[in-house]
């Protein structure tokens, strides 16, 4: 699903305060990750994850409100985040979203 213009540059946001937050813990936990996010106001219902798997530290955000469709994945490997923004129907989980390209909207190394 696309995501608004809106959306888009809230993603961007978003972004900016997640890498920025987990820039300050290098190869975090995924307890640290989930504290870094609830420290940003995340709400735990709306965060899936955090979880460890193939070395990194994944997380999912739903932060789809009055009608909007953004998402967000999140992994952190050692010094790099990267955020993948992406649009869902209100009718499926974030994580059941199918995403033929990934791409990264914004990381750090």
């Given amino acids: ?17 997640i890498t920025d937050a987990l820039e300050k813990t290098p190869d975090p936990t995924p307890d640290q990750v989930g504290e870094a996010l609830r420290g940003l106001g995340y709400l735990d219902e709306r965060v899936d994850g955090p979880r460890r798997s193939a070395g990194r530290v994944g997380f999912t955000l739903d932060l789809r409100i009055m009608g909007g469709h953004l998402c967000l994945d999140g992994t952190v490997t050692g010094a790099r985040t990267a955020v993948l923004p992406y649009g869902a129907s209100p009718r499926v989980t974030c994580r059941e979203v199918r995403r033929s390209a990934p791409g990264v909207m914004s990381s750090r190394a």
């Fill in 1 to 17: 699903m696309a995501l608004s213009g809106v959306e888009k540059c809230a993603a961007r946001a978003h972004t900016r305060r």
